[in-house]
């Protein structure tokens, strides 16, 4: 017995999910050996959520192209295990009739109470802290359980905490509407007990619901059960699967039970069910999507990156969001969710209002008063969109400093190089910035170039989003021959006074030396083209000599030695360094690349770095690396 053939690999197994699976595994140890983890780490696993979720929505868009191979795949699998799972558990259904009825009955019995199964979060975080809760509790209840059943102790198999990546990957495999929501995850607490005979299974289960006599309810609340007997899965498996939570657990966090019959355990550890379960898994899970596979509205990438997202989509986003605001005592922040909440639901009934005007407009052919309505339905979507886009759909950049969050603990980030610093120092050319800002990450040298993940967090990405509002304006272009198609909106310098004392920092410059802070939108296909940052005039006092090419074209040296500030007492017209911060994340495209990497050379062809010479008689010379391209993460700057 095999199983299919057929290569499908399961997206979660995939060589683009390592990383992430390798930063979740270094967390889920952490989690196990400090009973928590710090801010710095709860950011890094809401950021491995985000990253699989980009992927699987990538990996995933040939599934339903993909439905009849593997509609063929699954009934191989089926026809390989199921034909000897459905044997045993006939056989033992026929030796034991009469105790079938009895599980049956109590089955029965037991589901007339359960309710509704969510978990009282929605955020991974806190989900696992209830989980650490729920525990020992949980551990304590099954092993007198099992003991009151009369089963032998090696009958009760406790399993340590779900890993990370596999909750993910079950939020990932689900239909639309629950996909990556972890309410719907219930088997981090786990356990199962091996049961000899369906007595024993009866026996179990009672244990399980009875309630003490000095008590009012049972200790375990048994939320959902499923008697998987008389309803086998595909693969031909039986057990009674149950789901619930401990009475004296306040969070209430749902918890899992298998009863299983040891004759069916038999068929899965010693006879290669349950590799085989894992080989057929991913096609099991990835049929289950293809069946009725439905993308996000508005999915796209480009230039710009960003695909729209549902309504609904959008409301279990935000409501997911203020709960998780709740959890980290962040009250201002449920406020402002709440409020984009009671905002949306208006612009909903708006877009709905408007968009049945359009159509009924067109079906009269009243084109005058269509085209106005569209004009609208255009306006509310937007509104929509900044919403989505972390704002209130309020004003613009005039309301006022915004309230800066503290920086969480930053991570290096394992897509790119980590290089030692120690060259950077070295250098005598240029002007330092401050290399014991934390998390600082040299990914590049010659250019320099620096990243740090978490310079913002979040709630302040989503904040500055909140600012732009309406305010928005063509970005302007230096000359006519760069393409720049983004629209941009600027903050006054006292809007921003902890963000420009952070980038202050950073840079060891005073704010005064800072250029004021800009904000960029880039939609789907636009782009800023090629460009440079830094720039330099014949009349310049960077010039060694006026009017003539100079061997500091772009200031560095002076820079170096005397700063930003030259001795006639006025600001270098030069720039020595740029600092942008993504303040959201891209499924595709939005990168920023470096082409001209390695095409400098300096004097008599040597190293630029060593021997800087006029740019303008150094371009294309050399022999160009291969681009750097940075991907747009929420909250990362680059330097």
């Known amino acids: ?92 259904m026929a030796q034991e009739g ?103 299974s009866v026996a179990a289960l009672r244990a399980i619901h009875s309630t003490p006599p000095d008590a009012e309810h049972p200790p375990f609340n048994v939320d959902s059960i499923k008697d998987r007997w008389n309803n086998p899965t595909n693969e031909g498996w039986s057990d009674i699967r149950i789901n619930g939570h401990m009475q004296a657990d306040t969070n209430q966090h749902k918890c899992e039970i298998q009863i299983i019959h040891r004759h069916l355990m038999l068929v899965r550890e010693e006879m290669g069910g349950h590799h085989f379960y894992a080989e057929c898994r991913g096609v099991i899970e990835a049929l289950e999507i293809a069946r009725g596979f439905q993308y996000a509205d508005g999915a796209s990438g480009g230039g710009g990156g960003g695909g729209g997202e549902s309504d609904s989509d959008l409301k279990t986003s935000l409501m997911a969001q203020e709960q998780a605001a709740v959890e980290d005592d962040d009250f201002e922040l449920a406020a402002q969710i709440k409020d984009s909440l009671d905002r949306l639901e208006v612009l909903e009934a708006e877009l709905k209002e408007k968009e049945d005007g359009k159509k009924a407009a067109v079906k009269k052919r009243d084109y005058d008063t269509a085209g106005k309505l569209s004009k609208e339905v255009k306006r509310l979507k937007e509104e929509i969109e900044i919403i989505a886009c972390g704002g209130s759909g309020g004003g613009g950049m005039g309301q006022g400093a915004a309230e800066e969050l503290s920086v969480p603990a930053p991570m290096i980030n394992p897509s790119y190089p980590n290089l030692p ?79 420009r ?66 001795t006639f007492n006025k600001p270098c017209v030069n720039r020595f360094c740029t600092v942008f911060v993504y303040l959201n994340s891209c499924e595709q495209g939005g990168a920023t690349s470096f082409t001209w990497m390695g095409k400098h050379l300096g004097e008599n062809g040597g190293d630029w770095y060593e021997n800087p010479v006029s740019y303008s008689t150094t371009a294309n010379k050399g022999n160009a690396e291969p681009k750097l391209a940075v991907r747009p993460e929420m909250g990362m700057a680059v330097i």
Not at 77 to 85: K, L, M, T
Not at 101 to 114: D, F, Q, R
């Open 98 to 200: 009469p105790m079938m009825v009895e599980l049956s009955e109590l089955v029965a019995e037991i589901k007339g109470n359960t309710s509704d199964l969510y978990q009282s979060v929605n955020d991974l975080v806190p989900l696992y802290y209830h989980a650490m809760e729920a525990k020992p509790l949980f551990d304590e209840f099954v092993t007198s359980a099992v003991a009151a059943a009369g089963l032998r102790a090696d009958s009760l198999m406790i399993a340590d905490l779900k890993h990370p990546y596999r909750a993910i990957e079950k939020m990932a495999m689900r239909e639309k509407k629950l996909r990556f929501r972890c309410d719907k995850v219930y088997d981090i607490v786990r356990c199962a007990v091996l049961c000899e005979s369906l007595a024993e």
């Open 1 to 92: 017995m095999a199983a299919s053939n057929s290569t499908f690999s399961p997206i979660f197994e995939r060589e683009c999910c390592f990383i992430a699976k390798q930063r979740l595994e270094l967390l889920y140890q952490n989690l196990i050996r400090n009973e928590e983890w710090n801010l710095g780490e709860r950011i890094d696993v809401k950021q491995q959520v985000d990253a699989l979720k980009a992927i699987f929505e990538r990996e995933s868009r040939d599934l339903e192209s993909r439905k009849d191979e593997l509609e063929n795949m699954m009934s191989q699998n089926e026809s390989s295990y199921a034909p000897v799972y459905t044997a045993v558990r006939d056989r033992v």
């Open 501 to 566: 004392d952070r980038v202050g920092q950073l840079t060891n410059q005073r704010q005064d030396q800072l250029q004021y802070t800009k904000i960029t939108r880039y939609e789907k296909g636009q782009m800023f083209g090629e460009h440079l940052d830094a720039s330099a005039h014949n009349d310049s006092d960077v010039f060694n000599n006026r009017g003539k090419p100079s061997q500091d074209y772009y200031g560095d040296r002076i820079i170096a030695e005397k700063g930003m500030w030259t």
């Open 421 to 499: 610093i120690s060259s950077y120092l070295n250098d005598t050319l240029f002007c330092k910035i401050n290399t014991a800002y934390p998390g600082l990450q040299l990914v590049h040298e010659k250019p320099y170039i620096f990243i740090i993940n978490n310079f913002l967090n979040q709630a302040e990405c989503n904040k500055l989003l909140a600012k732009v509002g309406a305010n928005m304006a063509p970005s302007v272009r230096s000359t006519n021959t760069i393409v720049r198609t983004s629209t941009t909106a600027i903050a006054d310098n006292s809007e921003l006074p902890a963000f």
